[in-house]
């Protein structure tokens, strides 16, 4: 009988324990499902719009590491609890509006620009995702995308630059390399907009020196510019653009090729063989920019994130280039040189 009892006992503990277990494993189930519905709400997305991808750009790639190490120092972690979106123009600036747009359509939490055409197409694709520029050809406040740097105003914030101070700085540089400076070349892509162009001219104007414009907007155009020269020219400005950039060294040889000193804002092209470079140290823009962004992250509207000004300017002089162009360069600025190329 007592045999019996228990069995039947055991018979009724089964379906209650298989409901138990089962219930346990539903919550458990749940709580999973909870908790990765909010990691992946917690995961913040970053667009990065560029003229060309990383991968076809050494350049921008060495300054997107800086940019990704900067924001890991800040906590936002790629793959953790930020995600980077990219989208560039493919080397074509007449692509950078479709590029914006996609990243606008994502719905990503804040834009990265990382020029002026960039932050040109970003601006014009949302007046509600919060854009970080990094321009260094653009005027904020004349082209509308800020009311001051102190209180921006609207969704975009930025690191930008002084064109009149740089132009005034090339032109310093040229003159005491070439006395008697009296016809320089100034390659222009007109993509980022005319604030460089409208300072050389402004500056060149003051110092008496005849200016030739040389038109280029994609790498295409490089040679048929440098065979427009006029013989005359002393030396040639190359004017910032995320394309001049990117084709520093060619640009370098071509200047070679003419005979021509030459001075770029990228330190890429003095490495590749340019005469000079004189502009801001690109890693540490990125830098500030990795800073904005991750403001913004973490709540911060744009209208109230202070746009800044490049303010760390480096000089490069490859003296190798300019013995084999029969140019003696001045001690003042071997000095004055971040670095000296032998």
């Not at 509006?97 to 990503?108: F, N, Q, R, T």
């Not at 994609?218 to 002393?234: E, G, K, M, N, T």
């Not at 470079?277 to 540490?284: D, F, L, M, T, V």
């Amino acid at each position: 009988m007592t045999s019996r009892r228990s069995g039947t006992s055991r018979g009724q503990l089964r379906p209650q324990w298989a409901a138990v277990l089962l219930a346990v494993a539903s919550l458990i189930a749940a709580t999973q499902w909870a908790g990765q519905v909010w990691a992946q709400a917690d995961v913040r997305r970053v667009g990065v719009l560029s003229y060309s991808a990383a991968a076809d750009n050494p350049g921008f790639k060495a300054v997107l590491d800086v940019f990704r190490r900067e924001l890991a120092s800040l906590g936002w972690i790629e793959g953790k609890n930020m995600v980077l979106e990219y989208r560039d123009a493919g080397g074509d600036p007449r692509r950078f509006p479709v590029a914006a747009e996609a990243l606008a359509g994502l719905d990503v939490d804040v834009i990265f620009a990382t020029s002026a055409p960039a932050l040109r197409a970003a601006h014009a694709a949302t007046r509600t995702i919060p854009i970080v520029g990094g321009d260094f050809t653009s005027d904020p406040v004349a082209e509308g995308y800020i009311r001051s740097y102190v209180r921006p105003g609207g969704n975009v914030t930025g690191v930008f630059l002084d064109a009149p101070e740089f132009a005034g700085k090339w032109f310093e540089l040229l003159r005491e390399i070439i006395p008697g400076l009296s016809r320089v070349a100034v390659l222009w892509d007109p993509g980022p907009g005319t604030a460089h162009l409208q300072a050389v001219r402004s500056v060149a104007g003051r110092l008496g020196i005849t200016l030739q414009i040389l038109e280029a907007s994609r790498p295409d155009d490089l040679d048929r510019a440098f065979i427009a020269l006029d013989r005359r020219s002393q030396a040639i400005i190359l004017l910032p653009s995320p394309m001049v950039y990117g084709q520093s060294a060619r640009l370098a040889s071509l200047a070679l090729q003419h005979a021509l000193p030459a001075t770029s804002m990228a330190r890429e092209f003095a490495i590749a063989g340019g005469t000079l470079a004189y502009g801001p140290e690109r890693a540490s823009v990125w830098k500030r920019c990795a800073s904005l962004v991750a403001r913004i992250l973490d709540g911060a509207a744009p209208a109230d994130v202070t746009a800044q000004r490049a303010s760390r300017i480096e000089l490069v002089v490859n003296l190798k280039t300019a013995r084999a162009l029969g140019i003696a360069i001045p001690q003042s600025i071997l000095l004055r040189a971040e670095e000296v190329i032998r």
